[in-house]
């Protein structure tokens, strides 16, 4: 038999499920406490006692303390307490050497231990492959939530339920937080139009849509679903209608699509909270009334600019006062990051203190506090931001879809098919028909279209989540007495987004061959190229007067380098390039380094060099080792050549065609570009007056074939010192006019003999050589204006019959 050693790959197999029986043992104190509820998820408050008293005398006590005292003791008085009235001591107890009480440390002890769970569950799925590339990780969680419910109601006690308090102030924030901080701003940006579409446009698309089928099923009869009005139809498709930012990252991080592909699915569930609150807020408050007014509905209208603008407002404010802050934690670096936190916590809470979009205010926070707290703070607290938000949010979104399968087990459920079965048909139809319009209505605007692949990736990531579930939860049941038909429906739609699309979407993904993200980072150059090609599309729209987005955005840098720079970052780094500010930082450093070392008195001078070459001989030179950077060094050099380099039109003057020097060259240059272009047009026009096509020349080798073939034929003609040459002068407009009919009798030995290729052709035209820039266009007379050489110009001027007329030319000629 063959032994396995501690690394082997059976017991890595063993691994998850080592952990999951650890996870579910540590879970054993929480079953089994008397009189206490199972976690602090279900609990509506605190317990408001200190550990109770234990008196000594009842039997089977593991711990004892003194009884209550009514009056105040000081241990400087005359009567000790050990001592009666009578003198008589008090019975003596055995000092407590070991007690037990949970009720103290029950809340954070089983918040300990679900967190533990979380952890172990996601270590457990990450160290078998082959599980984390068939099944998402969202579904394996699910799936262990269940598990754990059905084994804390398997021993007779309730489990807990996601309480939406819970989710929308602890859980929730952590990821949006994460994801706004580290949001792929420029990606976000040029796709923000397609993104506000999809997340506003096709959520209230989605939204009304499906509560109108909905309540046109609930009339049918015989389903027992006619008392569901159609305000809460309204209701119901406003939660389930909204894509969940949490399922969506857990899925499209492990597919690795494409950067389009993601930032528009992500974008949508991140901006369409807005138009969920408003929705869920308006239909609730008037599935309430008895009554509903177009002045109702007009404010509800204006409540969404109200609740979506309020949280981006409050969310830069939040930014800019956390920016401003850490401008002076230079001496306080270990407290940089708690600044970041705090902030943006509090920018969260202040928008759902208003009833404002708490995610709009977390993504607007972390865009605008990250470029100003960065240049601010040290890099070890840059690294602290990052790792500690990443772990945060994964943890936070484990909890979530534990919870989620907890939850399934713990609620109460009312299952109608007609209600399920319709709410599951109609979320996808309403979701592939919304793409499709939507998508149709933007590639008409887009440059780079969205193909048939991508709209199927975008309908079929439209995932359901957590939030959906807790938006259900928070319904009054005393209003509202089919929420638990609701939450059913609800599950039913989550299950199968989370599952049947989840676990299908790579597969799809890799049989329609769509470009997927790529793993390695851009090099420098083409950050370089890629910023240099921004500049030089803000130039050309500055000088076209075309205002863009590169212009605006040129606009927006040119006053946050003037202005917010220097209020929001400290010191130097607003005013110096931090590219030389980086280079000073390098060579100080390697200074010091250099003297602390010892290395200056050590350095030979140029003398002792030769002097020692001489003596010593000659060795094999050794290969160069460059120095390794680390992979914090590297990004930081990245970086500022990434935000430094190609920014020269910011240091050169705006373009005005008002104070431009004239330029002495320039007209003679533009009479030069008209000669050539009057000579383009007139070597089109002499196409048409020449009606005998001009002999072919052969090649040197053909024609020594011919030549040898048929000697006779080839002879060269006695005449053709005789033959006219016509000279073109390119100049001229009047291509008629321009031709100048020579004879070479009457010029003599002007020029020299013609070749045979002149002899062969006849009638040969001469390009005239265009005059120096600046000098008249005009013919000299000579001995080619005699009227019998005019004569011959006008026989020759017939241009014959006319051709066809172009396309793109008028079928009138200008001057008829």
Known sequence: MRATGCLGVPTLHKLPSVFMVAALLGLLPLLHSHGLQPNPMLASEAPHHYPAVVRGNEPGDFTSAPPGISEEIHPLSKHSSNHTGNGHSKPEKAFPVLGIDYTRIRIPFEISLWILLACLMKLGFHVIPSVSNIVPESCLLIVVGLLVGGLIKGVGESPPILNSEIFFLFLLPPIILDAGYFLPLRQFMENLGTILIFAVVGTLWNAFFLGGLMYAVCQIGGTGLNHIGLLANLLFGSIISAVDPVAVLAVFEEIHINELLHIL?????????????????????????????????????????????????????????????????????????????????????????????????????????????????????????????????????????????????????????????????????????????????????????????????????????????????LLDYSHFNMRDMFLTAIITVIFFTVFVQGMTIRPLVDLLAVKKKQETKRSINEEIHTQFLDHLLTGIEDICGHYGHHHWKDKLNR???????????????????????????????????????????????????????????????????????????????????????????????????????????????????????????????????????????????????????????????????????????????QSPESVDLVNEEMKGMSRLPPSPEEDEEGLVMRVKEPSSPGTDDVFTPGTSDSPSNQRMLRCLSDPGPRPEPEEGEPFIPKGQ
Not at 282 to 306: K, M, P, Y
Not at 341 to 362: C, D, K, N, Q, R
Not at 605 to 631: D, G, Y
């Open 559 to 733: 006053f946050n380098k003037k202005y917010v720079k220097k209020c929001l970052i400290a010191g130097e780094r607003s005013k110096e390039p931090q590219l030389i500010a980086f280079y000073h930082k390098m060579e100080m450093k390697q200074a010091i380094e250099l003297v602390e070392s010892g290395g200056i008195g050590k350095i030979p001078s140029a003398v002792s060099t030769v002097s020692m070459q001489n003596i010593h001989p000659k060795t094999l030179p050794v290969e160069r080792i460059l120095p390794a950077l680390s992979k914090d060094k590297e990004e930081e050099i990245r970086k500022i050549l990434r935000n430094n380099l190609q920014k020269t039109r910011q240091r050169l003057r705006s373009y005005n065609r008002h104070t431009l020097v004239a330029d002495p060259y320039e007209e003679a240059w533009n009479q030069m570009l008209l000669r050539r272009q009057k000579v383009r047009q007139l070597e089109k026009k002499m196409n048409n007056y020449l009606t005998v096509p001009a002999h072919k020349v052969d090649s040197p080798t053909m024609s020594r074939a011919r030549i040898g073939s048929d000697p006779l034929a080839y002879e060269p003609k006695p005449d053709s010192e005789n033959l006219p040459i016509i000279t073109i002068d390119p100049a001229s407009p």
């Open 265 to 473: 699915v992500f974008g949508e569930s991140l901006l369409n909270d807005a138009v969920t609150v408003v929705l869920y807020h308006l239909f609730e408050e008037f599935a309430n009334n008895e009554q509903v007014t177009i002045i109702d509905i007009l404010l509800g209208f204006i409540s969404f600019f109200v609740v979506s603008l309020g949280g981006v407002f409050i969310g830069i404010i939040y930014g800019i006062v956390a920016a401003f802050t850490s401008r002076f934690t230079s001496h306080i670096r270990v407290i940089e990051p708690l600044f970041v936190f705090l902030y943006s916590y509090m920018a969260y809470l202040s928008a759902e203190l208003f009833h404002l979009s708490g995610i709009m205010a977390l993504i607007a926070a972390g865009v605008v506090m990250r470029p100003y707290v960065e240049a601010n703070i040290s890099h070890k607290s840059h690294t602290t931001i990052k790792y500690f938000l990443k772990m945060w949010s994964s943890v936070s979104e484990t909890l979530i879809f534990i919870f989620l399968g907890v939850s399934t087990v713990a609620g109460k459920h009312y299952w109608n098919w007609t209600f399920v079965i319709s709410t599951l048909l109609f979320c996808l139809i309403a979701r592939v028909l919304g793409v499709l319009g939507l998508t149709w209505f933007i590639n008409k605007f887009r440059i780079v279209k969205l193909t048939p692949k991508d709209q199927f990736i975008i309908a079929y990531g439209g995932l359901r989540g957590a939030i959906a579930f807790s938006l259900c939860y």
